[in-house]
């Protein structure tokens, strides 16, 4: 997930330059005025440069000097607090926590200190400001929450960290997406682990029925299919418009995913599995060739393969809005 930007803010009255925040993304007049001032060297001002820098030294000078440990430019919610979170700042973000700073403030765009270190992949951010009790679950607007910022970066060991500390790890967004379909959606294999061992839910699905493993399997993210499946995820769980993951797998194709999810026993005889004589001719062969070892779903889930194979194509496109 991309930091806010920062005003670029020139040094002015002897004071020091502070580089932009990266991103130019939530920059409101606000804070473009506010860099067109520069910092004139106030407490608060001294801190917020400070904090972004890194510097724990000067930090902890600012505020023995006065400076609101939350202090914010007029018109900007982005804190020393938020700096250091964004930049990685570990020590900072103690001595700032230390020093008063509202741990769970959101600045413009709603993120918390702990979502942007999540989002950034900064783990020792994260673990401080777990420990010093700053909210796991706080979310944005859309119901983005640090595990779903993790998640969806493939911040495995973030998303260690934040499930051991009580985040809830099914918490949607509006689509419905959870931080395992985000993880699952962009390939993160690592990151579904951790999701599955911290107990999420692996059939929570999207308001289009769409699972973590139906969306990992019409990307054709094999070792997230797999780690899913390890997991025990339905195979045969399919969307609204009744696809399962094999078939959109099959419609990709994914030839080895779907062999995966063939050995997993996946449920391909669903009403809509074929779309071609191709496919339905195989199928009729495969029911009658009586061959021994055959899964229940056999005739359909041959077809799809050797249709795969031989280099048939398959049905037309899969529809998913798979991103998170």
């Given at each position: ?8 803010r020139?040094?002015?009255g ?5 580089p ?21 060297g ?22 023995r ?6 202090y ?7 804190t ?12 900072v973000?103690?001595?700032?926590c230390?020093?008063?700073a509202?741990?769970d ?11 942007l270190?999540a989002?950034?992949g900064h ?7 777990c420990?010093?009790?700053a ?26 960290e934040?499930?051991?500390a ?34 999420a839910?692996t059939?929570?699905a999207r ?7 139906l969306?990992?399997?019409a ?21 609204q418009d009744g ?12 030839v ?11 449920d ?13 001719g195989?199928?009729e ?14 005739g ?16 037309d ?8």
């Amino acid at each position: 997930m991309a930091a806010a930007a920062s005003p670029e803010r020139a040094g002015g009255g002897g004071t020091a330059a502070v580089p932009p925040r990266a991103g130019a993304v939530c920059l409101g007049p606000a804070r473009r005025e506010a860099g067109r001032r520069g910092f004139q060297g106030s407490a608060g001002l001294r801190l917020l440069r400070a904090a972004f820098q890194g510097g724990a030294a000067g930090v902890s000078e600012a505020l023995r000097a006065g400076a609101d440990p939350d202090y914010t430019q007029p018109g900007d919610d982005y804190t020393p607090l938020h700096a250091a979170a964004t930049k990685g700042h570990a020590e900072v973000v103690r001595a700032l926590c230390e020093g008063g700073a509202e741990k769970d403030r959101v600045e413009s765009c709603g993120r918390t200190p702990l979502l942007l270190a999540a989002g950034h992949g900064h783990l020792e951010v994260v673990r401080a400001l777990c420990e010093l009790g700053a909210d796991r679950d706080r979310a944005k607007p859309d119901g983005r929450t640090p595990l779903f910022a993790a998640a969806a970066g493939g911040r495995a060991e973030i998303v260690l960290e934040l499930s051991e500390a009580g985040a809830a790890t099914d918490e949607a967004i509006e689509d419905g997406a959870t931080p395992l379909l985000a993880a699952a959606a962009n390939g993160h294999e690592a990151a579904v682990r951790a999701l599955c061992k911290a107990g999420a839910d692996t059939e929570r699905a999207r308001a289009n029925g769409a699972t973590p493993l139906l969306v990992a399997a019409a990307n054709g993210y094999l070792g997230v299919v797999q780690a899913l499946c390890e997991f025990s995820a339905d195979t045969s769980a399919a969307m609204q418009d009744g696809r399962t993951p094999l078939q959109v797998a099959s419609a990709a194709g994914h030839v080895e995913v779907a062999r995966a999810l063939a050995a997993a026993d996946a449920d391909g005889d669903r009403t809509d599995a074929v779309h071609s004589p191709a496919y339905a001719g195989r199928a009729e062969r495969s029911r009658h060739a009586g061959r021994s070892g055959r899964s229940r779903h056999g005739g359909f889930l041959r077809a799809f393969l050797e249709a795969l194979e031989a280099g048939e194509a398959p049905p037309d496109g899969v529809g998913l809005e798979d991103k998170g």
